[in-house]
């Protein structure tokens, strides 16, 4: 989908965005079964293990879907921090009682789609490439692209 630098920019992040939700679904019956079993299903009602437990599930959504277009690791591994990292950043002000647990998650959510898309544009010869080129590695890193608006 998308034939210009551009179109391709904004439906890797569409897919991106997708896969995370979907992850969400997927993966929130996983951390009710673990909690159960541990016998602390209580602790799901905690706002950090939420936001942690969010984070991990839309990470896990997200870098599943980017491995089956062939994104390479290193471009996982730097869009799932780059996607994680607001929830995790924002559990210290949380644990300090300077953000109560809907504020941590607003601005955790808020802050990941933001973080996400500077992650993008820095790797814009990435995420400016057609899905096809990942997979037989035939984009170029650091190489000069034009930046999407």
Known sequence: MGTTPRSRFW????????????GMGVFWPVWVGLFAAIGRPDLLDRGDVAAVQMALN???????????????WQDIVEMSIAMSAPFFVLLVPH???LLSAGALMLAAHTLMFVT?????????????ADHASHAHGHHVRGAAVNVPR
């Open 11 to 22: 439906w890797h992040y569409l897919e991106m965005v997708v896969a995370m939700l979907i």
């Open 116 to 128: 996400m898309l500077l992650a993008m544009w820095w790797r814009k010869d990435v995420y400016t």
């Open 58 to 72: 839309m990470t896990a959504g997200m870098a599943i879907w980017m491995k089956i277009r062939g994104h390479r």
């Open 95 to 97: 644990w300090l009682g």
